[in-house]
């Protein structure tokens, strides 16, 4: 009923940048939350950062150094701009977003991922 289609994942050289696009498409009457989290080989999947519906912002550790996160609530979006990248910001990136459905359901929607390796 609810998809979050991401995009924008790749291969990046250290020091480049990538800017991560998420489409929320379905049956949807509002978005609280969206967020990005990632999870790298081996590892948990951990928070990167969320936006409020308002527009207030919470980024994990210093990540909001290098890392940006914005939405655009006409078009149901999130970005993550992300700059300065590391080998380790290496790993799979996944969208979330908190959804109120038309009949006031309130779901945690996740995407499929996309993949974002910095390597030389």
């Known amino acids: 009923q609810v998809q979050l289609v991401e995009s924008g994942g790749g291969l990046v050289q250290p020091g480049g940048s990538l800017r991560l696009s998420c489409a929320a498409k379905?049956?949807?009457?509002?978005?609280?939350?969206m967020g990005w989290y990632r999870q790298a080989p081996g590892k948990q999947r951990e928070l990167v950062a969320r936006i409020s519906a308002g527009g207030k912002t919470k980024y994990a550790g210093d990540m909001g150094d290098r890392f940006t996160i914005s939405r655009h609530n006409a078009k149901k979006e999130v970005y993550l701009q992300m700059n300065s990248l590391k080998p380790d910001d290496t790993a799979v990136y996944y969208c979330n977003a908190q959804v109120v459905t038309p009949g006031l359901s309130d779901l945690n929607v996740w995407g499929n991922g996309t993949l974002v390796t910095v390597s030389s």
């Open positions: 379905g049956m949807i009457y509002r978005i609280n939350d």
